[in-house]
């Protein structure tokens, strides 16, 4: 009797487990990250990195096969199927706005042109002022770069500088990197101001650390 409980118990597992399909392992990733107002950026990377882990960006960014394409009928399957993982990841007064495009690029375009704040001046503004008042306090040298580091990305993501000059571009690089440094040793704790005077007092100083703890 024990060994029959145990094949059924077996098989009712794996009929669960067949049970999962990608929507719900996509809905599990972003469930409790679906795309708002305010955090475009977050979010487009994780359904990116989702999508692209599941073979399927081209359906974001590639070309739209056409239905004349002996491809079309298993391509329009996998579309039909990302656009409701797209749209299962946004609150719902934004996934009402693209409900009726017709293929997952076309979402994922309209949701870019409307969300995207690529070049937002005010966007930049503000990321600016908040990595100036951004400051250690209670965390740990560790946490207070880890903090920094992150809102210094999300500005790159705004910005989107893309240097045309291959001379300029190492030069450019440097800049930045100085005056992250300078960000990052004007937020320190007082306590620490003899390791800032120590690191402004070199020529050339960057800012790929290991952090002191």
């Given at each position: 009797?024990?060994?029959?409980?145990?094949?059924?118990?077996s098989?009712?597992?794996?009929?669960?487990?067949?049970?999962?399909?990608?929507?719900?392992?996509?809905?599990?990733?972003?469930?409790?990250?679906?795309?708002?107002?305010?955090?475009?950026?977050?979010?487009?990377?994780?359904?990116?990195t989702?999508?692209?882990?599941?073979?399927?960006?081209?359906?974001?960014?590639?070309?739209?096969?056409?239905?004349?394409?002996?491809?079309?009928?298993?391509?329009?399957?996998?579309?039909?199927?990302?656009?409701?993982?797209?749209?299962?990841?946004?609150?719902?007064?934004?996934?009402?706005?693209c409900?009726?495009?017709s293929?997952?690029?076309?979402?994922?375009?309209?949701?870019?042109?409307?969300?995207?704040?690529?070049?937002?001046?005010?966007?930049?503004?503000?990321?600016?002022?908040?990595?100036?008042?951004?400051?250690?306090?209670?965390?740990?040298?560790?946490?207070?770069?880890?903090v920094?580091?992150?809102?210094?990305?999300?500005?790159?993501?705004?910005?989107?500088?893309?240097?045309?000059?291959?001379i300029?571009a190492?030069?450019?690089?440097?800049?930045?990197?100085?005056?992250?440094?300078?960000?990052?040793?004007?937020?320190?704790?007082?306590?620490?101001?003899?390791?800032?005077?120590?690191?402004?007092?070199?020529?050339?100083?960057?800012?790929?650390?290991?952090?002191?703890?």
């Open positions: 009797m024990s060994n029959t409980l145990e094949v059924d118990s098989i009712s597992s794996q009929t669960t487990i067949q049970q999962s399909t990608p929507l719900t392992e996509f809905q599990n990733i972003v469930g409790s990250f679906k795309l708002n107002r305010g955090n475009y950026l977050e979010w487009s990377q994780l359904v990116k989702c999508i692209k882990g599941k073979g399927k960006l081209s359906h974001l960014i590639g070309p739209v096969v056409s239905k004349d394409d002996p491809r079309f009928v298993v391509w329009d399957e996998e579309d039909y199927q990302i656009m409701s993982w797209l749209w299962n990841s946004m609150q719902p007064e934004i996934s009402r706005t409900m009726f495009l293929t997952a690029k076309e979402i994922w375009e309209s949701v870019c042109h409307t969300n995207s704040k690529v070049k937002d001046a005010a966007q930049m503004y503000e990321l600016k002022t908040r990595i100036q008042n951004t400051k250690q306090g209670i965390l740990s040298i560790t946490e207070y770069y880890n920094i580091k992150s809102r210094w990305l999300e500005l790159d993501q705004y910005q989107n500088l893309r240097m045309k000059c291959s300029d190492p030069r450019h690089q440097e800049f930045i990197e100085r005056e992250r440094v300078n960000d990052f040793l004007a937020g320190l704790n007082v306590e620490l101001d003899q390791v800032r005077v120590q690191i402004l007092g070199k020529s050339h100083y960057h800012l790929k650390m290991k952090p002191l703890q």
